[in-house]
């Protein structure tokens, strides 16, 4: 079954699949013993789509497609009816889109594994699939024994990334490594014996009305350290500084 799902797709060429952290991807030659077939829930906006991965999963002995669904808001609703093995899944639909409802996927049916295949090859959609609990993510340009395979290598443990995808997380990944390379190479920022002074009251969850108290000094002079030391730590929150004050052992809460 090595037919492109063509008009269905969009026309895009076809393309091959990327093993996250694996050499080489499984043999489609290869048979597993399977005793039930995998269960799939397909989701995706459009009707014409759905049908055609319908039919060509229909094809595959080992896979049954156990229901549909619209869009994200209707996937969560099916995934907790059916407790699919897998969940195949567009990025962007109407109502609820794929990432958002990963998350509520995974609550109601912890087992199951989520496949996105979209046309979003945008890397914020890559990162936000994989830090909501997708297991995969396949562009649509993909061949139609791909999609069965990807299915049968997720559901035996493995994840799978499109190639071009997968560079640009190996990209990402590096860059990461690198920006905290280079912050370990800043000396962490002086504070003031009065800013840590704060910081350690607003790490006991005080606020700032309690710490001007506590230092007999204004509460706009206690919103100013708490400004200052944000601006210093090149922080967001109170709550952040506090946890990047104690990993850097500029303060110990005992």
Do not use: W
């Not at 990327?18 to 030659?29: C, I, K, L, R, S």
């Not at 989701?43 to 002995?61: K, N, S, T, W, Y």
């Not at 690198?178 to 800043?186: H, I, P, S």
């Amino acid at each position: 079954m090595a037919d492109s799902f063509g008009p269905v797709l969009g026309g895009h060429e076809r393309g091959a699949l990327a093993h996250e952290g694996v050499a080489e991807g499984p043999d489609p030659a290869a048979e597993v013993y399977r005793a039930e077939p995998i269960r799939v829930l397909v989701v995706d906006d459009h009707a014409l789509f759905r049908r055609g991965l319908e039919i060509v999963l229909a094809q595959e002995e080992d896979i049954q497609v156990v229901g549909e669904a619209g869009d994200g808001a209707e996937a969560v609703d099916k995934a907790a009816d059916l407790l699919p093995d897998i969940v195949l899944m567009d990025v962007r639909m109407p109502r609820r889109g794929g990432i958002e409802a990963c998350t509520s996927i995974k609550e109601v049916a912890p087992s199951a594994k989520i496949i996105m295949l979209t046309i979003s090859d945008e890397e914020a959609d890559l990162y936000d699939a994989i830090k909501a609990g997708a297991t995969g993510y396949l562009l649509k340009e993909i061949s139609t024994d791909e999609v069965a395979t990807a299915i049968r290598a997720v559901a035996d443990g493995q994840s799978q990334i499109s190639p071009s995808m997968a560079s640009k997380l190996l990209t990402e990944f590096k860059s990461m490594i690198q920006r905290t390379d280079e912050r370990r190479l800043v000396p962490a920022p002086r504070l003031t014996d009065r800013e840590l002074e704060v910081l350690k009251l607003v790490a006991t969850g005080m606020n700032n009305r309690d710490i001007a108290k506590e230092l007999f000094i204004s509460e706009n002079t206690v919103k100013n350290h708490v400004r200052n030391i944000l601006e210093k730590l090149q922080l967001h929150s109170r709550m952040e500084a506090v946890v990047y004050a104690m990993r850097e052992k500029i303060l110990e809460i005992r």
